[in-house]
T-cell receptor
Framework: DVKVTQSSRYLVKRTGEKVFLECVQDMDHENMFWYRQDPGLGLRLIYFSYDVKMKEKGDIPEGYSVSREKKERFSLILESASTNQTSMYLC?????????????FGPGTRLTVL | GQQLNQSPQSMFIQEGEDVSMNCTSSSIFNTWLWYKQDPGEGPVLLIALYKAGELTSNGRLTAQFGITRKDSFLNISASIPSDVGIYFCAGDPKKLGGGADGLTFGKGTHLIIQP
């Protein structure tokens, strides 16, 4: 079974802090994704990566950056957290070798910025 | 970006009832996926559909990939309390060898089962 883990289930940070959200997958997947989920807005793609050291902007990259130094790990960075970044953050991965891009999700990190 | 319209937004049903929800799009998708999300958890893949017209079942769940490639539905038969959660459809526009990209998600159907 695919396993995607996220470093924290809950985080509380203060405005202006630098925040790191870590995601690890154990299936040797090529592609990894970061989404945020907000009530009434569904899942919105922040960044994705299709290879080590490669990254692409999603629909809402402003205020975020990412790092993929190893294939299994994809980090989301909030350089200076703001209250409007309070949200549920979901990491996903996919094999990248199939016709389709079926994504498997981690359990999520609920971030609160005070 | 592409938009998926998922309906209904929420459903209040009695245990044992059948459930039906659907997603429509103005553009074509080559894959349709259905996920379920329990409170405080990440979405879990329920069913993946890869061909237009395909009908796939997973236990009490049945999903179909519309012939036009612009819609999909999910049915749940004889609902039980553990079916409570948010159901998301997702579409993938890529064709074979199209490379990585993010999926397009519907906004979810919140299923509530009344005792």
């Amino acid at each position: 079974d695919v396993k995607v883990t996220q470093s924290s289930r809950y985080l509380v940070k203060r405005t202006g802090e630098k925040v790191f959200l870590e995601c690890v997958q154990d299936m040797d997947h090529e592609n990894m994704f970061w989404y945020r989920q907000d009530p009434g807005l569904g899942l919105r793609l922040i960044y994705f990566s299709y290879d080590v050291k490669m990254k692409e902007k999603g629909d809402i990259p402003e205020g975020y950056s990412v790092s993929r130094e190893k294939k299994e790990r994809f980090s989301l960075i909030l350089e200076s957290a703001s209250t409007n970044q309070t949200s549920m953050y979901l990491c996903a991965s996919s094999s990248g070798t199939l016709v389709t891009d079926t994504q498997y999700f981690g359990p999520g990190t609920r971030l609160t910025v005070l | 970006g592409q938009q998926l319209n998922q309906s209904p937004q929420s459903m209040f049903i009695q245990e044992g009832e059948d459930v039906s929800m659907n997603c429509t799009s103005s553009s074509i998708f080559n894959t349709w996926l259905w996920y379920k999300q329990d409170p405080g958890e990440g979405p879990v893949l329920l069913i993946a559909l890869y061909k237009a017209g395909e009908l796939t079942s997973n236990g009490r769940l049945t999903a179909q990939f519309g012939i036009t490639r612009k819609d999909s539905f999910l049915n749940i038969s004889a609902s039980i309390p553990s079916d409570v959660g948010i159901y998301f459809c997702a579409g993938d526009p890529k064709k074979l060898g199209g490379g990585a990209d993010g999926l397009t998600f519907g906004k979810g159907t919140h299923l509530i089962i009344q005792p």
